[in-house]
């Protein structure tokens, strides 16, 4: 397997009649799933989602792709193509966007509607153009090829990219459930048929490679949801995705049979179900959907409320719910349910929600303890037959962490696939389809862009670095005055804390060290305040290395008088 390196070289000039693939996002993450493809100078894009923050990125609402390679290309971009409707995928839409209003947007029915809606909170009318299984739609040179796949939200899309170098198959993210909710079944007879004409590279979902067998049924969560309502003896709280069409769907379902009233709750979650019902995608059964204000003018056994924050997001309502900041309340006797699975790195954020629930009395149902919830990506065994009938001749993993990309290209060599034409790249690495083989061409700059309440990409890592030095070390601000000629302390030192436990008897120890450093640095002629300020970000930081063991954060101050 080929595997990229860490000091690749920029790419060189795409050779002729070749095609160029730069994964701009989710190869290395969970996330942010954004591919380029090139070909004769011209730009398909497919996806373009956003990645959520993770604790050591405190204050950042979301992170985008990194858009600098197209930046200066955007009038070269056909289309975006977009599988389907989840934010790690379509959420960074709108700050693409802004840069360019008039990208076309394709997608299916759903996918265009939920992202419409997001696009209108961001004041932007889109060019879109609906497309469904079965069906072609000509971007420029690319012709887009469209597949039926079961996900774990309906209208989700394959797309083979047919272009003269050959053809990509890209699947999104996808899994085989043979009985889905919605009847709407992975097409592998479609995967056949192209895998007949050839598929020159194969991009596809890696995110459950490792895991073995094949993934659960959505049917098999129906009994247990159903058990859950049954013996649930005050209120019911179901956490998940805003997106979750089919387990909203089911909710409602159980609700109905149990005699039990929903409610929506979450912006996101209500604007969604509402598109959903709208376009026939969720049946709701007649008098089971009620406003939320009326909840407390139920008994609580009559009572489902079905929310977002399944992630343990702090400003979702579950969250909320838990921190006792939100105008639901749980109490002793009460059910929460949260039916989705952890995506990696929320774990901590989950459990804080889960014991702050349980603290507050109630029974929290998760997907350590029954099934409430299955992945909507395919597993190990799903994606060997996928190799199997498609025969690729190159293969790309996505979607996925490394050790989720590795483990798939390691089932894509089981079946067969030359070790040489699988590639595993990450966010950047240039991949080149040329002659019928694809290869590393080099790697272009590809780093996190951060949304951070209104700025979009002015943050930075080392900005971030220092707000998890404020949150875990606290800061220490040091003022001294000096006299402009002579160079000697007339004022202070003066030193205040935050965030240390220390009081300012323990800081004071250090004054008379500052005092003789400034000293003797007048005596030596120095008399820059910046080099002052270092001098003084030297001693304070020694000792409170020595004396605290903490490294907090200096901000010395030094005026002149």
């Known amino acids: 397997m080929s595997h990229p390196h860490p000091d690749l070289d920029l790419p060189g000039p795409l050779p002729k009649g070749g095609l160029r693939i730069v994964p701009l996002g989710g ?3 969970v996330g942010r799933n954004m591919a380029v493809l090139e070909y004769d100078g011209r730009l398909l894009i497919i996806d373009c989602g956003v990645l959520f923050p993770e604790d050591h990125q405190p204050g950042v609402d979301l992170i985008l792709p990194d858009f600098d390679y197209i930046a200066d290309r955007l009038d070269d971009v056909e289309a975006i193509v977009l599988t389907h409707g989840h934010e790690d995928h379509i959420g960074a839409v709108p700050y693409l966007l802004r840069m360019r209003q008039d990208i076309p947007l394709v997608g299916s029915k759903l996918t265009l509607a939920f992202l419409e809606a997001k696009l209108t909170e961001h004041r932007i009318k889109p060019v879109t153009r609906e497309v469904a299984e079965d069906q072609h739609f000509q971007a420029g040179v690319f012709d887009c090829e469209f597949v039926a796949v079961n996900h774990s939200i309906p ?20 899994k085989m459930d043979q009985l889905p909710l919605d009847g709407r079944i992975t097409d592998l007879r479609a995967f056949a048929r192209l895998g007949e004409r050839g598929v020159d590279l194969f991009m596809t979902d890696s995110t459950n490679a490792e895991v073995p067998g094949f993934t659960v049924s959505e ?44 409610a929506l709750v979450g912006r996101s979650m209500v604007r969604n ?13 007649s008098g089971v959907l009620i406003d939320q204000k009326k909840v407390d003018s139920l008994p ?76 909507g990506h395919a597993s190990a065994g799903e994606l060997l037959y996928c190799y199997n009938i498609v025969r690729p001749k190159n293969v790309m993993p996505v979607h996925g962490e490394i050790r989720h990309l590795v483990a798939n290209g390691a089932l894509a060599v089981a079946t ?20 019928g083989k694809a290869s590393i061409a080099g790697a272009v700059p590809c780093g996190y ?78 008399v820059d305040t910046h080099q002052l300020q270092q001098i003084i970000r030297r001693v304070v930081g020694r000792w409170a290395s020595r004396r605290l063991r903490r490294r907090p954060m200096l901000i010395p101050v030094v005026v002149e008088a």
Not at 225 to 231: H, K, R
Not at 273 to 285: D, F, K, S, T
């Open 27 to 29: 190869l290395g993450e």
């Open 155 to 174: 209208d989700a899309l394959a797309v083979a990219v047919h272009t003269p170098a050959g053809t990509v198959l890209h699947t999104g993210d996808f």
């Open 273 to 285: 179900m509402r598109i959903a019902e709208n376009l026939g995608y969720l049946e709701v059964p």
């Open 300 to 375: 609580d056994d009559q009572v489902v409320l079905m929310s977002t924050g399944s992630q343990g997001e702090p400003m979702a309502v579950l969250s909320r719910i838990a921190n006792q900041d939100h105008r639901v309340s749980v109490g002793p006797g009460d059910t929460v349910v949260l039916a989705s699975s952890m995506i990696p790195g929320n774990e901590t954020a989950v459990f804080r929600v889960i014991n702050g629930l349980i603290r507050l009395g109630a029974k929290v149902v998760h997907q350590a303890n029954a099934r409430v919830h299955v992945s």
């Open 416 to 435: 067969g696939v030359d070790p040489q034409r699988v590639v595993l790249a990450e966010d950047g690495v240039v991949v080149d389809l040329v002659d």
């Open 449 to 526: 862009v951060y949304v951070d309440g209104s700025s979009v990409g002015e943050i930075t890592d080392a900005e971030l670095k220092d707000r998890r030095i404020l949150a875990e070390e606290g800061f220490i601000s040091i003022f001294a005055a000096i006299d402009s000629s002579t160079g000697k302390v007339v004022a202070g030192p003066h030193l205040q804390a935050r965030g240390l436990a220390e009081g300012d008897e323990r800081l004071s120890e250090i004054v008379p060290e500052i005092t003789d450093a400034l000293t003797e640095a007048a005596a030596s002629g120095k």
């Open 219 to 262: 049917r098999e969560i129906g009994p247990v949801l159903d058990g859950v309502f049954a013996t649930a003896e005050g209120r019911l709280v179901v956490a998940s995705f805003a997106s979750h069409v089919h387990r909203v769907q089911q909710v409602l379902d159980a609700a109905h049979a149990h005699g039990r009233r929903v």
